[in-house]
């Protein structure tokens, strides 16, 4: 079964505007959150990571936001561009295993 | 620094066939994953190798099996091939076993005919 769970399964977003992308789980011994950005025949790129102990993690116009009393964390992208126009994953990890599990996946469009 | 490398690109099968997968782990990199990447789905987790040695496993049958050599480069071989097979098999390294982070390749498009 799923074990994590992502929405929506796609949006559009104008230029300039900011794309959020959710995700919740139920494992409680997740303990890493990495996000990956996938461009059509390209394999996932690792785009950020997040440990529970934090809320909210920001790398240029990538954040990612942690809830860990929901179980949720999302990934806000801040002045969408057309080249984030891509499937994006969240993923989650538990410290006892080196397994990862995916969520089944964002397409972002920007459109100019 | 060269990442991580896979071979072939494409791959058409039929079904019965036999298929083997190549992956060259990113400099440095001691352990490689398998994962399955079904159109319009996540990738799932197949297995993970360290140091020659399988070291976890997914909910995959045994007619997929893999092997790490020396310079930690890794195959992925399928048996007796059946049609849901047919996905992109992506492979992803780290720097040991304590190390998050993954890396992936481009991957493999396997189709089954």
């Known amino acids: 079964q799923q074990q994590v769970k992502q929405s929506p399964q796609s949006l559009i977003v104008q230029k300039g505007g900011i794309s959020i992308i959710n995700c919740a789980y139920e494992?409680?011994?997740?303990?890493?959150f990495p996000w990956y950005q996938q461009f059509p025949g390209k394999g996932p790129a690792l785009l950020i990571a997040?440990?529970?102990?934090?809320s909210e993690k920001k790398e240029g116009r990538f954040t990612i936001s942690f809830n860990k009393s929901a179980k949720q964390f999302s990934l806000h992208i801040m002045d969408s561009q057309p080249g984030d126009s891509a499937t994006y994953f969240c993923?989650?990890?538990?410290?006892?295993?080196?397994?990862?599990?995916f969520g089944a996946g964002t397409t972002v469009t920007v459109r100019a | 620094e060269t990442g991580v490398t896979q071979s072939p690109t494409h791959l058409i099968k039929t079904r019965g066939q036999q298929v083997t997968l190549r992956c060259s782990s990113q400099?440095?990199?001691?352990?490689v994953s398998w994962y399955q990447q079904a159109l319009g789905q996540g990738p799932q987790f197949i297995f993970q190798?360290?140091?020659?040695?399988?070291?976890g496993r997914g909910n995959f049958p045994p007619r997929f099996s893999g092997l790490q050599f020396p310079n930690y480069s890794s195959e992925l071989n399928v048996n007796a091939l059946e049609l849901d097979d047919s996905a992109l098999y992506l492979c992803?390294?780290?720097?040991?076993?304590?190390?998050?982070?993954?890396?992936f390749g481009p991957g493999t498009r396997l189709t089954v005919l």
């Open positions: 992803a390294s780290s720097l040991g076993l304590a190390i998050r982070e993954q890396f």
């Open positions: 494992n409680t011994a997740f303990d890493y």
């Open positions: 997040i440990r529970p102990d934090v």
């Open positions: 993923a989650a990890r538990p410290g006892s295993d080196y397994k990862l599990s």
């Open positions: 400099s440095g990199h001691n352990t």
């Open positions: 190798y360290y140091r020659e040695e399988e070291n």
